[in-house]
T-cell receptor, first 114, second 115 residues
Framework: EPEVTQTPSHQVTQMGQEVILRCVPI?????FYWYRQILGQKVEFLVS????????KSEIFDDQFSVERPDGSNFTLKIRSTKLEDSAMYFC????????????FGPGTRLTVL | AQKITQTQPGMFVQEKEAVTLDCTYD???????LFWYKQPSSGEMIFLIY??????QNATEGRYSLNFQKARKSANLVISASQLGDSAMYFC????????????FGKGTLLTVNP
């Protein structure tokens, strides 16, 4: 069964460093999302991406965040200068199309900022 | 804006019994979807079941069913014949066509299945 994959599974970084989180969507899916979950809290929407541009972003998704799909397969989330409060689980999700259908989540990347 | 409320921080159930996890939602959009995801201790988010606001029948997927009561704005998850592997965090979520399909999650319910 096709699945969303994410790398790395765990990333440890120093405050102020840049990190890139990678996601490989299910091959025929067209809509991509990033969510984050701070430990013990609910999952929060960061950004949605369709047709090589951002569709919507939350207030969390400030100028230090960016997304792109550089090679038509990987979908990346970059955090330019990490802060302690960026420590969280980051989930990539994809859906076949827009509309009211399910989103499939990857296994997540646990980011720890020291 | 959408909002999901899950009022049960934790629930306990005996193995082989049924359990209902509560979820109420608030949205002004006429068209919306309701989802349940399972998050085991390993951390991944597993899609369980989906209900569209215009679906006439309650959604079912194996041992999972969604008790959708539109007038009460509730979308409770029913797990029948609980198994030890059902112990996990369960999140209710919604999205609507007017919000670029982003999911809004509740705070979750931690289900523990006792042998």
């Amino acid at each position: 069964e096709p699945e969303v994959t994410q790398t790395p599974s765990h990333q440890v970084t120093q405050m102020g460093q840049e990190v890139i989180l990678r996601c490989v969507p299910i091959s025929n899916h067209l809509y991509f999302y990033w969510y984050r979950q701070i430990l013990g809290q609910k999952v929060e929407f960061l950004v949605s991406f369709y047709n090589n541009e951002i569709s919507e972003k939350s207030e969390i998704f400030d100028d230090q965040f960016s997304v792109e799909r550089p090679d038509g397969s990987n979908f990346t989330l970059k955090i330019r200068s990490t802060k302690l409060e960026d420590s969280a689980m980051y989930f990539c999700a994809t859906s076949l199309r827009g509309g009211l259908i399910e989103q499939f989540f990857g296994p997540g990347t646990r980011l720890t900022v020291l | 804006a959408q909002k999901i409320t899950q009022t049960q921080p934790g629930m306990f159930v005996q193995e082989k019994e049924a359990v209902t996890l509560d979820c109420t939602y608030d949205t002004s959009d006429p068209s919306y979807g309701l989802f349940w995801y399972k998050q085991p201790s390993s951390g991944e988010m597993i899609f369980l079941i989906y209900q569209g606001s215009y679906d006439q029948q309650n959604a079912t997927e194996g041992r999972y069913s969604l008790n959708f009561q539109k007038a009460r704005k509730s979308a409770n998850l029913v797990i029948s014949a609980s198994q030890l592997g059902d112990s996990a965090m369960y999140f209710c979520a919604t999205h609507s066509g007017g919000s670029n399909y982003k999911l809004t999650f509740g705070k979750g319910t931690l289900l523990t299945v006792n042998p």
